[in-house]
Structures are given as structure tokens and as C-alpha cells.
């Protein structure tokens, strides 16, 4: 399975991805890194791994819309057949969706769908919940509001910041997006409504 890897930041998510196509856990090969900020850390992940990577950067378009072509155009002339966002801070608009429908997964840093869009582990902590966690999730035209393929719970402390519990997060991040990407390539995923079906009668 082709993978492109969209970020905007540090990319450990894109790094769990490398290590774990490196280490032969996912039968996926990441034919392009894509990121929309010039300084992006994921950008120097790529190329220390020696994988193709690219800076398309927003703030060069004025529309949405302009963006997002040129991200489908990179996209498909690397052959991807799965679009991975690790972090990516950009809303897809419908010229993406439609690029590739139900080809495009995210990861979000809470239970959705509680706690969709930004600064969610503070969001949770507010909130007073003791429970968070990550969900892997197709992506629509709204915000974190996709059919849900996978999530992982953990408690939320007492003592809990907002810099706490996003590393605990993330450290389930790590572990459930690959494995969600490993399912799709096994072609292990249905897609039925909202609801999406896992066929473990494989293996
Ligand atoms: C992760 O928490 C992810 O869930 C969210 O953005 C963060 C990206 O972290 N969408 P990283 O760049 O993969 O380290």
C-alpha cells in the first residue's frame, strides 16, 4: 500500500509510521511526506529516513481550494492510495474527498466524538473527564467528525497538564495508527455508514 504522510509539525506519528514500514509491522511503503510548513520537523524525519518529501506551503495560496489541488496533484503523481494525516493543521476541503474517497485517515488527540478540533487535551482536563485517549478516523469534509476505525483509552490524572496527558496520548497514538493503516492494507476494513467494520477472520 502507497502511503502519503501529511504533517505540519514534529511528525512522531510519521516517525511511528517510518519505524514500523522499516521494521516490516505495516505492509506499506510511504512514497512521499508532505508538509504545508517550511520548518516542519516531519520534513527532517523524511529525509534522515530517506523518503521522498515536499513543502507545499498554504500560505502561498490565497483559496483553500488552490491548496488542496496542488496537495491532490503531489499526491497522485507519487501514486499514494492512502493519505495519512499525522498532525496535519489544514481543514481538507471536498476537491481532496473526492481525490480520494474513504482513502484518507486521521488521528485525533481525544475520544471522539468528543473534544473535536484544537487544544483538546486541555479541553478534557477543563472539562473535568477522566478519561481520554486517540481516534483513528476517515476523513470528511468536516472537522474530526469521520466514520471512527479505531480508538485508545487513558485516564486522565490529577495531576494531569495539558503537556502530561498529550504525551500519554500519544503514546497510544503510536500504537493504534499503524496498526489501523496495517488493517487497511490487509484490506480488513468496511466502511457501512458510519459504522466501520473490522474482518478479523483472517489470521
Ligand atoms: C498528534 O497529537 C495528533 O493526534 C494531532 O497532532 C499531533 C501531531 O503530533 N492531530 P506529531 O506531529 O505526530 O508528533
Do not use: W
Amino acid at each position: 500500500l502507497k502511503l502519503g504522510v501529511l504533517a505540519s509539525g514534529g511528525g512522531t506519528n510519521l516517525q511511528s509510521i517510518i519505524d514500523q514500514c522499516q521494521q516490516q509491522q505495516i505492509d506499506a511503503e510511504i512514497v512521499l511526506v508532505l508538509c504545508n510548513n517550511p520548518g516542519a520537523g516531519a520534513l527532517d524525519r523524511a529525509e534522515k529516513a530517506g523518503l521522498p518529501n515536499t513543502c507545499i506551503n498554504h500560505r502561498d495560496f490565497e483559496a483553500r481550494e488552490a491548496f488542496d489541488e496542488a496537495v491532490v496533484a503531489a499526491l497522485q503523481e507519487a501514486g499514494v492510495e492512502l493519505v495519512v494525516l499525522a498532525g496535519f493543521m489544514r481543514i481538507i476541503s471536498e476537491v481532496f474527498v473526492a481525490a480520494f474517497p474513504n482513502r484518507i485517515i486521521n488521528i485525533h488527540p481525544a475520544l471522539l466524538p468528543s473534544f473535536p478540533g484544537l487544544h483538546v487535551q486541555k479541553k478534557a482536563i477543563e472539562y473535568g473527564a477522566r478519561f481520554s485517549g486517540c481516534t483513528v478516523h476517515f476523513v470528511d469534509t468536516g472537522v474530526d467528525t469521520g466514520p471512527i476505525i479505531m480508538q485508545a483509552v487513558v485516564p486522565i490524572l490529577d495531576e494531569d497538564t495539558e503537556d502530561s496527558l498529550a504525551a500519554r496520548i500519544l503514546q497510544q497514538e503510536h500504537k493504534i495508527y499503524p496498526r489501523a493503516i496495517q488493517l487497511i492494507a490487509e484490506d480488513r476494513i468496511k466502511i457501512d455508514g458510519r459504522r466501520v467494520r473490522i474482518d478479523d477472520s483472517v489470521d
